[in-house]
């Protein structure tokens, strides 16, 4: 069982860097919660629509985003990742470059369950590594 979550949390954090590299939003919205928690590394409490917005009006525009040492934590009802993440990319016009280290927590979309393969990010933080 843990294999599979693992795998499905693996492509879930995938289509999650490259819905965020192309702001494409209708991929956002099926991978982030509508009830989304989000601290960023400023402790600014971010929602879905505050992220989607970002993106929808080319605020942020994210131009790499590589990822490594990435751990995952598996349970049935829930996974927890840390990724470090290598971001490249400018906010409101201005340069936003550095390294941080996210936290997410998976959930299942609760209309159709784990076993669809269905999972949001229903919480996250980010931390910037010096």
């Known amino acids: 069982m843990h294999a599979s979550i693992i795998a499905a949390i693996q492509d879930a954090e995938e289509r999650?860097?490259?819905a965020m590299l192309s702001s494409d939003i209708a991929a956002l919205e099926a991978l982030l919660?509508?009830?989304l928690l989000f601290v960023n590394h400023m402790g600014?409490?971010?929602t879905r629509e505050d992220d989607l917005d970002?993106?929808?009006g080319g605020l942020l525009k994210i131009h790499a985003l590589d990822l490594s040492d990435q751990?995952?934590?598996p349970r049935a009802d829930c996974a927890v990742v840390s990724v470090l993440a290598r971001i490249a990319?400018?906010?409101n016009g201005v340069p936003a470059n550095g390294t941080f280290r996210f936290?997410?927590?998976w959930t299942p979309d609760a209309a159709s369950g784990s076993a669809s393969g269905a999972w949001r990010v229903i919480a996250a933080s980010s931390v910037m590594v010096v």
Request: hydrophobic share 35%.
């Open 44 to 46: 600014w409490t971010v």
């Open 16 to 18: 999650l860097r490259q």
């Open 54 to 56: 970002a993106h929808r």
């Open 89 to 91: 990319g400018s906010y």
């Open 33 to 35: 919660d509508p009830d």
């Open 103 to 105: 936290m997410r927590t």
């Open 71 to 73: 751990c995952i934590l």
